[in-house]
């Protein structure tokens, strides 16, 4: 038994499930480029998929700014350096957000395609 999970332990998952995995990552719109790609056998037929992704910050940019009222922000400024300072750092929170929200949704995807992937860990660079 030892010696059949040291077999298993820390070999590559199927190419198709890595190539699908690539496929979901780039048809998102918040990712850019997609680095230092693992993924390995944890068990008999239970994989883990690790990632780092360069973010588009112009994607995830457009994603808070569609979910904002751009005229009311613009009069809620209206040259108060101080309201701005304020915008910005709401801004801010709603752009880490969004990041965050468009993982969970890649990793969610990726779960429910293949379920014989249990862990995905998507880190942003």
Request: net charge negative.
């Amino acid at each position: 038994m030892l010696r059949n999970f040291r077999y298993l332990q820390n070999h590559s998952m199927p190419q198709r499930y890595i190539e699908r995995c690539l496929e979901i990552l780039r048809a998102n719109p918040i990712v850019s480029e997609v680095y230092d790609v693992k993924a390995v056998a944890i068990g008999p037929d239970t994989y883990r998929f690790k990632a780092e992704i360069l973010p588009d910050s112009n994607a995830i940019s457009r994603l808070c700014m569609d979910s904002m009222n751009l005229d009311f922000e613009a009069q809620r400024i209206d040259g108060d350096k101080q309201m701005l300072v304020r915008c910005l750092f709401e801004f801010g929170d709603a752009y880490v957000r969004a990041l965050g929200d468009q993982i969970d949704v890649i990793e969610k995807k990726i779960r429910e395609e293949m379920p014989e992937i249990k862990y995905v860990d998507l880190e942003t660079i």
